[in-house]
């Protein structure tokens, strides 16, 4: 695609938003929206049956693909292999498993990816990965990928893997700002990355902000908003603090009050988050990514309000 200029870009983003400002909730229902889930491994046997309960309710959705995290060590990674590999044995979902630069070499990462093109795997989330365990910063392993973009590059030497990348509104944390980190974004996608999932996030125009600007600065990719479904306000509100998300004012109002009410905040949560996907979908996004924390229920009841239902669900509702 052509490059477009700065001030073209906030034009035309200006003009779309025109179009279809105040489209939110109460709309018509989207018929072209696709979704994707995100699991974590499991670390215990009744983890692991609300993991596939979590799987088992979600996958009549027919999500696009769904992704397994990924952690380093031994046991960890074990764990998502053999999440993996359930995957493609029990089910008809396309599995997309993470991929890290942490604690270790590049010969024992390649190892890995290897191993999942035989397996069948065919998505990789390429991602640097988090400081090591007790470092305050991430610090490249000795012999190892450094960043997330060279972690790219090399799995285009191993198979024609589809690869998404991560990519953060906000920033990242550990960028040393907007246009280090617009930068970085650019370097994994020139790599060879196929799309970007964005950090979850709760105001809206920031995402939109941030999409504008990755278009200004030759970014053509898709960018795919990661979308967190607010199964506790509390706890949300802290891992925010960890990983640069904002809390808006709004949002603590909305949930004020509700920490001893879990009826009325799954309902004050569900209606939000598929308000906020609602209205994207009314500024052109068609794709969304839900961090799921292997709970399935909010996830259900928003993408129900985003028109994505079972197939035989959704040929009535056409009907």
């Not at 477009?4 to 870009?9: K, L, S």
């Not at 029990?90 to 997309?96: I, Q, R, S, Y």
């Not at 009314?282 to 399935?296: I, P, W």
Request: aromatic share 8%.
């Amino acid at each position: 695609m052509p490059a477009a200029n700065a001030q073209e870009i906030r034009q035309m983003a200006a003009h779309h938003r025109a179009g279809t400002e105040g489209l939110a909730i109460a709309a018509p229902l989207p018929d072209d929206v696709e979704v994707s889930f995100e699991f974590f491994p499991p670390a215990s046997e009744g983890s692991e049956k609300s993991l596939w309960d979590s799987i088992q309710r979600l996958a009549p959705l027919g999500p696009k693909y769904v992704s397994v995290t990924y952690g380093a060590g031994g046991s960890t990674r074990q764990r998502t292999h053999a999440t993996v590999e359930r995957l493609l044995k029990e089910t008809d979902l396309v599995p997309a498993a993470h991929l890290t630069c942490v604690d270790a070499t590049v010969q024992e990462v390649d190892a890995v990816a290897q191993e999942y093109w035989d397996m069948g795997v065919r998505h990789i989330v390429a991602l640097r990965g988090d400081p090591q365990a007790g470092a305050e910063r991430y610090v490249p392993y000795p012999g190892g990928y450094a960043f997330a973009s060279d972690l790219v590059a090399g799995l285009r030497q191993i198979g024609d893997f589809h690869i998404s990348v991560g990519a953060y509104p906000e920033v990242h944390p550990e960028a040393r700002g907007a246009k280090a980190d617009m930068d970085n974004l650019k370097r994994k996608l020139d790599a060879g990355a196929d799309q970007a999932i964005t950090q979850f996030f709760f105001d809206t125009d920031v995402y939109l902000r941030f999409v504008d600007q990755a278009r200004a600065a030759g970014i053509w990719a898709p960018i795919v908003p990661g979308i967190m479904p607010i199964h506790n306000f509390t706890k949300v509100a802290s891992f925010c603090k960890r990983c640069g998300a904002g809390v808006p004012r709004w949002l603590a109002d909305l949930f004020d009050g509700l920490e001893d009410d879990p009826a009325t905040h799954r309902l004050v949560a569900a209606s939000l988050v598929a308000e906020q996907c609602r209205a994207l979908h009314g500024q052109g996004e068609k794709q969304f990514h839900f961090y799921t924390l292997n709970q399935a229920d909010l996830t259900y009841a928003i993408c129900h309000m985003l028109g994505v239902r079972p197939e035989t669900d959704a040929a009535s509702a056409r009907a």
